[in-house]
């Protein structure tokens, strides 16, 4: 009996201090904002971006530094809430937006059980709950060209593990075991959120080129080397993605070309210089890579088509469940099943309005689409705080980016940030609190 006693005294002590932890984390990330940013990144990186399993078990469930990072968060931001007036209403749309998703958890909660819909709820929890945050905050110059900073530090971090793994230095330690189909997979040694956040990165900096006179050299001159290593990493919807995002540029800026000649221009030199050196040491590979890259969706069993089948199948099906299911969605945990030929795929149909749509009906979808629409449209009128890595263009380019990312992926929980610190350019300045 004594040694029963013993034994559960320091089990309590280890609930008593993670108690006291989140506490303090939640006091912490109420006042504070970058200790749960950088927190946010770094988490992110090693759990998503490289599938490290960092999470721990508890009462039969396992719970990763992200569940807890997002739960304090929130509580974090509904504080700051309480305190505030009335909100604005691009905060408003993306605070809906957080509760739709939420209600669709709890409805799948009631159809599923807690541990299916936690399992599909959580990366929508995470990027939620980092826009509900860092919408809480006032925003100035100096705290968006921080964050912008850490997204530069993450970029750097991200091509370096990129450029050692093609050199055999080092393997970047990427979660799971890659399926080799293409010629180019080899060359993929960071997944497609990796990958984008190098764009975004480049993209960032590219904004800087089409604006004459500004400073930020150093952002200028990695946009090229971010997107070198991002067009390497061959995740051709990032191509697109970015491609989405320099003619976002062009358009709110056309005498910009002439600029944003010479940064491209350098990457393809760059790029070109590479190809050349490989192929005189007999190194083919960049070559097979490259045309296998272009050639591969415009074959019968592309990824593409297998992709758009998987989507017709799961569209079809929710339709055939009635008008609730359309409306309010199944609820998180429904699952993404479908049989493709003789195989029963149950993995993401790589489609974020998909997912939305399914779990969350058009309700969630119509949500989210309004408040980026409203966020989009807020930049374009140049409503927005500019700060000196970022104006409208470059706001408008990642946003755009952001918006042509979410058809074939779902996005990573460090863009809740991004989102969040975007929507919060472009909301009024008067009325805010510290």
């Not at 990427?174 to 959120?193: E, K």
């Not at 609730?324 to 969605?329: C, E, L, P, R, V």
Request: net charge neutral; charged share 10%.
């Amino acid at each position: 009996m004594e040694t029963d006693v013993l034994n559960a005294v320091p089990t309590a002590l280890i609930g008593i201090l993670g108690v006291l932890l989140l506490i303090g984390s939640v006091l912490l990330f109420t006042v504070r904002r970058w200790e749960m940013a950088a927190c946010y990144l770094l988490f992110t990186i090693m759990e998503q971006q490289f599938g490290l399993d960092m999470g721990f078990r508890l009462l039969d469930y396992t719970v990763s530094p992200m569940d807890m990072l997002s739960g304090c968060a929130v509580t974090a931001a509904g504080l700051r809430l309480l305190g505030r007036g009335r909100m604005d209403m691009v905060e408003t749309l993306w605070f809906l937006v957080f509760l739709g998703l939420l209600a669709a958890f709890v409805h799948g909660v009631q159809s599923f059980g807690f541990q299916s819909a936690t399992i599909s709820y959580r990366r929508f929890f995470y990027v939620s709950a980092g826009i509900t945050y860092m919408l809480s905050f006032p925003w100035d110059n100096r705290d968006i060209n921080r964050l912008l900073g850490l997204w530069t530090v993450a970029a750097l971090m991200l091509a370096f593990i990129a450029i050692t793994d093609w050199l055999g230095i080092f393997t970047a330690p990427v979660g799971g075991d890659q399926v080799l189909i293409n010629a180019f997979d080899t060359q993929r040694v960071l997944p497609a959120s990796s990958a984008f956040i190098l764009a975004q990165a480049g993209l960032i900096g590219l904004a800087t080129w089409s604006r004459p006179g500004e400073g930020g050299g150093y952002q200028r001159l990695l946009s090229i080397l971010f997107l070198v290593v991002m067009g390497l990493l061959y995740h051709r919807t990032v191509w697109v993605a970015t491609f989405a995002g320099i003619i976002a540029i062009l358009l709110l800026q056309p005498r910009a070309l002439a600029r944003l000649g010479v940064p491209l221009l350098i990457g393809l030199l760059l790029m070109l210089a590479l190809w050349t050196f490989q192929t005189g040491l007999g190194d083919t590979s960049l070559a097979t890579s490259m045309k296998a890259a272009i050639t591969e969706p415009f074959t019968e069993d592309s990824s593409y088509n297998w992709r758009v089948e998987g989507w017709q199948i799961l569209v079809s099906r929710a339709l055939s469940d009635g008008i609730a299911t359309i409306t309010m969605g199944a609820g998180f945990g429904v699952g993404y099943a479908r049989q493709m030929g003789w195989a029963l795929v149950q993995y993401s149909p790589h489609n974020f309005y998909l997912e939305i749509f399914l779990n969350a009906g058009l309700l969630g979808l119509g949500l989210w689409c309004l408040a980026t629409l409203e966020t989009g449209v807020r930049i374009v009128r140049g409503g927005l705080q500019a700060a000196g890595r970022l104006d409208r263009t470059g706001a408008m380019a990642l946003l755009i980016a952001i918006a042509f990312y979410n058809i074939p992926y779902t996005l990573g929980s460090e863009q809740g940030l991004l989102i969040g610190m975007l929507a919060a350019m472009v909301r009024p300045r008067s009325g805010e609190r510290a």
